[in-house]
C-alpha cells in the first residue's frame, strides 16, 4: 500500500489527486493537504471582478468531493519538510500546521510515500510597499476573496461617474518581475466593456501598466502568430486591440510603491515615475512559500529541495540568454535529490524566465517571471501522477510520461468582455509554450498554424463554456477524465 | 480613440451566425493543439524531428 500525499488542492493539485483517486486502487491512500476549504477555478475570477459571475458560481467546498471519493482532505499549511523522516520517525513526512476553526494551530506530522508539491505560488504583494488588496485604492482579481471587494469598489466608482466624476484607472502588473499578464488583460478589457455597457467609458481614462518590454509579451517572449490570412506578432495583436478601445499603455515599468492612488515605478531608461489612478488592479510578484527542510540529523538542506519554488529536473546552470535552450526545460518534475518528491504546476522553479531579462539603467530587473498557470499546471500535474501510478503498479521507477513546457501547447482564451451577443474573446494558443528557436528558427520560436491568434464573440463563449466544463470536471462528475487537462 | 478595427470586421466579430460557427471551429482547434501530446525535448526523437 503506498501514501500520496498532495500538497495544495489548487488546479494543479486537484488535478494530480484525482487522477491518482481514479486510477490507483482504495489499498493505496491519496491524501490532500491544503489550507483552503474551497476549490476555486481561478481564470473565472475576473468575471466576479466586474460583478458578472458570483463568486459562489466559481468555487465549491472540497471536504465532502473528497470524502465522497475517498481522498482524505487535511486543512491545513505544509510548513516543513523532512524528506528523511527525522530520529523518532523513519518515514519522510511534511510538518503540517492546521487552520481549520477547531484544529487552528495544531502541528502535525503527515507521512508520505510520495509527496506532489503542488503549493503554487505565493501572492507576494509585500514585495511591493503600499500594494495591499483593499487598500490604497489597489484591487485583486487574484482570488475569488479578493475579487468581492474589487467589484464591490469598481461598483462604487461607476456610481461616481454616473455622476459626473472623472476617474483614472491602472491595470497590470504590481512588480517589476510579476507574471501572470494574462489575468491583467483580461481584467483591463473586461473593465472596459463593462464601462461602456454603463455608458461611463468617457469619463474614464484607463491605462495599462506592464513589466513587459512589449506588448503581448504575456511572459512568454511575445509569439509570432497567424491571424486570420496574416502572420502578426503578439504585440501587434494587442496595440491593435488597446487602440481601438482608447487604453493607454505604459511599459517596462517595474512598480515599487503604492501610495493612496499613486503608483511608483521605474523604467527601463531608469526614470522614477508615478501614475495617479481612482482604481487599480495590479498583479503581485509571485514567489515560493518560503519552506524549509531538513535531513534526518535535523541539518537543514533547504537548498537540496528549493529555489524559491522547488527544484526539479530543469537545467539550472546560469546562462545568457542567448545560450538558453528548450533542454533547460523540465520534464517530469522530479526532485533531483529525493525521486518520490515531484513539483507540477506553479511550484516548479522555473530554469529561467522566457522573456528575455532586461535590467533598468540602475540595475532593477524589469521583466516578466515565467507563467505556468493554467493548462500547464494540469498538464504537468497529470503527468506527475501517471508517473507515481506507474510506479506503484510496476513496483519499479517509472518516468515514461514527459512533458516539458518547450514541447506542449496551450490555449489562452482571453475574456475581452461578458454577455452573451456583446461579449468578446481573444482567443490565443501557443505551440510550444516556451519557444524553441532552434526548432522553429524563422518564427520566432513557434510552430505558426499552431500559434494563432483569433478575436471574437466565439472567444466569449469559449470561456464560459471552459468555465462550465472545468467546474464539471473538477467536481469529478461522470466521465470527468475523458475530459482534457 | 484609433479605430483600428473596421466596421465590417467588428460585423463579423460579433455576428452570432458567424461566430457560432468560429466557436466550433475554435473548439476543435483548441483541443487538437491541447489533446495532440506533450513530451520531451531531450529525446533523441525530438532533437532529430
Not at chain 2, 3 to 26: A, C, D, G, T
Given at each position: 500500500m503506498a501514501k500520496i500525499v498532495v500538497l495544495g488542492a489548487g488546479i494543479s493539485g486537484h488535478v494530480a489527486a484525482s487522477h491518482l483517486r481514479r486510477k490507483l486502487s482504495k489499498d493505496h491512500q491519496v491524501v490532500v493537504v491544503s489550507p483552503n476549504s474551497n476549490y476555486q477555478w481561478i481564470p473565472s475570477n475576473i468575471w466576479v471582478g466586474i460583478g458578472r459571475m458570483k463568486s459562489k458560481e466559481i468555487l465549491f467546498p472540497l471536504a465532502p468531493l473528497y470524502k465522497k471519493k475517498k481522498i482524505d482532505f487535511i486543512q491545513a499549511k505544509a510548513t516543513t519538510f523532512y524528506p528523511e523522516g527525522d530520529a523518532t520517525e523513519n518515514s519522510p513526512y511534511v510538518l503540517v500546521e492546521h487552520v481549520s476553526e477547531n484544529q487552528r494551530g495544531t502541528a502535525e506530522k503527515v507521512t508520505y510515500d510520495y509527496l506532489i508539491n503542488a503549493t503554487g505560488p505565493k501572492l507576494n504583494f509585500e514585495a511591493t510597499e503600499g500594494l495591499i488588496p483593499g487598500k490604497n485604492k489597489t484591487h485583486s482579481v487574484c482570488t475569488y476573496t479578493h475579487a468581492d471587494p474589487t467589484w464591490k469598489a469598481l461598483k462604487a466608482l461607476i456610481e461616481e461617474?454616473?455622476?459626473?466624476?472623472?476617474?483614472?484607472?491602472?491595470?497590470?502588473?504590481?512588480?517589476?518581475?510579476?507574471?501572470?499578464?494574462?489575468?491583467?488583460?483580461?481584467?483591463?478589457?473586461?473593465?472596459?466593456?463593462?464601462?461602456?455597457?454603463?455608458?461611463?467609458?468617457?469619463?474614464?481614462?484607463?491605462?495599462?501598466?506592464?513589466?513587459?518590454?512589449?506588448?503581448?509579451?504575456?511572459?512568454?517572449?511575445?509569439?509570432?502568430?497567424?491571424?486570420?490570412?496574416?502572420?502578426?506578432?503578439?504585440?501587434?495583436?494587442?496595440?491593435?486591440?488597446?487602440?481601438?478601445r482608447n487604453i493607454n499603455w505604459i511599459l517596462g515599468a517595474g512598480v515599487n510603491k503604492i501610495e493612496d492612488g499613486v503608483a511608483h515605478y521605474e523604467n527601463l531608461e531608469g526614470e522614477h515615475k508615478s501614475e495617479t489612478f481612482d482604481f487599480a488592479m495590479l498583479i503581485p510578484a509571485f514567489s515560493g512559500h518560503g519552506f524549509k527542510a531538513f535531513d534526518k540529523n535535523n541539518n537543514e538542506i533547504t537548498d537540496k529541495l528549493f529555489k524559491g519554488f522547488m527544484l526539479v529536473d530543469a537545467d539550472y546552470?546560469?546562462?545568457?540568454?542567448?545560450?538558453?535552450?528548450?533542454?533547460?526545460?523540465?520534464?517530469?518534475?522530479?526532485?533531483?535529490?529525493?525521486?518520490?518528491?515531484?513539483?507540477?504546476?506553479?511550484a516548479f522553479a522555473p530554469p529561467h524566465s522566457i522573456s528575455k531579462p532586461r535590467k533598468s539603467k540602475n540595475g532593477t530587473e524589469i521583466f516578466p517571471s515565467p507563467p505556468r498557470t493554467g493548462m500547464p499546471s494540469g498538464i504537468t500535474a497529470k503527468l506527475v501522477a501517471d508517473n507515481i501510478i506507474d510506479t506503484i503498479k510496476k513496483r519499479k521507477n517509472s518516468l515514461d510520461h514527459k512533458g516539458s513546457m518547450a514541447n506542449m501547447g496551450a490555449a489562452c482564451i482571453a475574456s475581452a468582455g461578458f454577455g452573451s451577443f456583446s461579449g468578446n474573446g481573444i482567443s490565443i494558443t501557443t505551440f510550444p509554450i516556451v519557444p524553441d528557436y532552434k526548432k522553429y528558427p524563422e518564427t520566432q520560436g513557434r510552430k505558426l498554424g499552431k500559434t494563432f491568434g483569433e478575436i471574437g464573440l466565439a472567444g466569449h463563449w469559449l470561456k464560459l463554456m471552459l468555465h462550465y466544463v472545468f467546474m464539471y470536471k473538477a467536481k469529478m462528475k461522470p466521465f470527468w477524465w475523458l475530459l482534457p487537462e | 480613440m484609433t479605430q483600428r478595427i473596421s466596421k465590417s470586421k467588428r460585423f463579423w466579430m460579433q455576428n452570432p451566425v458567424w461566430q457560432f460557427i468560429k466557436f466550433i471551429w475554435l473548439g476543435l482547434k483548441v483541443m487538437l493543439i491541447v489533446a495532440g501530446g506533450h513530451g520531451s525535448t531531450r529525446s533523441k526523437e525530438y532533437q532529430k524531428s
Amino acid at each position: 500500500m503506498a501514501k500520496i500525499v498532495v500538497l495544495g488542492a489548487g488546479i494543479s493539485g486537484h488535478v494530480a489527486a484525482s487522477h491518482l483517486r481514479r486510477k490507483l486502487s482504495k489499498d493505496h491512500q491519496v491524501v490532500v493537504v491544503s489550507p483552503n476549504s474551497n476549490y476555486q477555478w481561478i481564470p473565472s475570477n475576473i468575471w466576479v471582478g466586474i460583478g458578472r459571475m458570483k463568486s459562489k458560481e466559481i468555487l465549491f467546498p472540497l471536504a465532502p468531493l473528497y470524502k465522497k471519493k475517498k481522498i482524505d482532505f487535511i486543512q491545513a499549511k505544509a510548513t516543513t519538510f523532512y524528506p528523511e523522516g527525522d530520529a523518532t520517525e523513519n518515514s519522510p513526512y511534511v510538518l503540517v500546521e492546521h487552520v481549520s476553526e477547531n484544529q487552528r494551530g495544531t502541528a502535525e506530522k503527515v507521512t508520505y510515500d510520495y509527496l506532489i508539491n503542488a503549493t503554487g505560488p505565493k501572492l507576494n504583494f509585500e514585495a511591493t510597499e503600499g500594494l495591499i488588496p483593499g487598500k490604497n485604492k489597489t484591487h485583486s482579481v487574484c482570488t475569488y476573496t479578493h475579487a468581492d471587494p474589487t467589484w464591490k469598489a469598481l461598483k462604487a466608482l461607476i456610481e461616481e461617474m454616473k455622476q459626473g466624476k472623472k476617474v483614472k484607472i491602472l491595470i497590470g502588473t504590481g512588480h517589476g518581475k510579476a507574471t501572470c499578464q494574462g489575468a491583467a488583460f483580461e481584467y483591463i478589457l473586461n473593465v472596459e466593456q463593462e464601462l461602456r455597457r454603463h455608458k461611463v467609458r468617457d469619463k474614464a481614462e484607463i491605462t495599462w501598466i506592464s513589466n513587459e518590454y512589449r506588448l503581448g509579451d504575456f511572459g512568454m517572449d511575445g509569439m509570432l502568430l497567424t491571424y486570420g490570412s496574416n502572420t502578426m506578432k503578439s504585440s501587434e495583436m494587442v496595440e491593435m486591440v488597446f487602440e481601438d478601445r482608447n487604453i493607454n499603455w505604459i511599459l517596462g515599468a517595474g512598480v515599487n510603491k503604492i501610495e493612496d492612488g499613486v503608483a511608483h515605478y521605474e523604467n527601463l531608461e531608469g526614470e522614477h515615475k508615478s501614475e495617479t489612478f481612482d482604481f487599480a488592479m495590479l498583479i503581485p510578484a509571485f514567489s515560493g512559500h518560503g519552506f524549509k527542510a531538513f535531513d534526518k540529523n535535523n541539518n537543514e538542506i533547504t537548498d537540496k529541495l528549493f529555489k524559491g519554488f522547488m527544484l526539479v529536473d530543469a537545467d539550472y546552470t546560469s546562462k545568457p540568454y542567448e545560450e538558453w535552450t528548450a533542454q533547460d526545460w523540465p520534464e517530469t518534475y522530479q526532485n533531483p535529490s529525493y525521486k518520490n518528491i515531484f513539483a507540477p504546476g506553479i511550484a516548479f522553479a522555473p530554469p529561467h524566465s522566457i522573456s528575455k531579462p532586461r535590467k533598468s539603467k540602475n540595475g532593477t530587473e524589469i521583466f516578466p517571471s515565467p507563467p505556468r498557470t493554467g493548462m500547464p499546471s494540469g498538464i504537468t500535474a497529470k503527468l506527475v501522477a501517471d508517473n507515481i501510478i506507474d510506479t506503484i503498479k510496476k513496483r519499479k521507477n517509472s518516468l515514461d510520461h514527459k512533458g516539458s513546457m518547450a514541447n506542449m501547447g496551450a490555449a489562452c482564451i482571453a475574456s475581452a468582455g461578458f454577455g452573451s451577443f456583446s461579449g468578446n474573446g481573444i482567443s490565443i494558443t501557443t505551440f510550444p509554450i516556451v519557444p524553441d528557436y532552434k526548432k522553429y528558427p524563422e518564427t520566432q520560436g513557434r510552430k505558426l498554424g499552431k500559434t494563432f491568434g483569433e478575436i471574437g464573440l466565439a472567444g466569449h463563449w469559449l470561456k464560459l463554456m471552459l468555465h462550465y466544463v472545468f467546474m464539471y470536471k473538477a467536481k469529478m462528475k461522470p466521465f470527468w477524465w475523458l475530459l482534457p487537462e | 480613440m484609433t479605430q483600428r478595427i473596421s466596421k465590417s470586421k467588428r460585423f463579423w466579430m460579433q455576428n452570432p451566425v458567424w461566430q457560432f460557427i468560429k466557436f466550433i471551429w475554435l473548439g476543435l482547434k483548441v483541443m487538437l493543439i491541447v489533446a495532440g501530446g506533450h513530451g520531451s525535448t531531450r529525446s533523441k526523437e525530438y532533437q532529430k524531428s
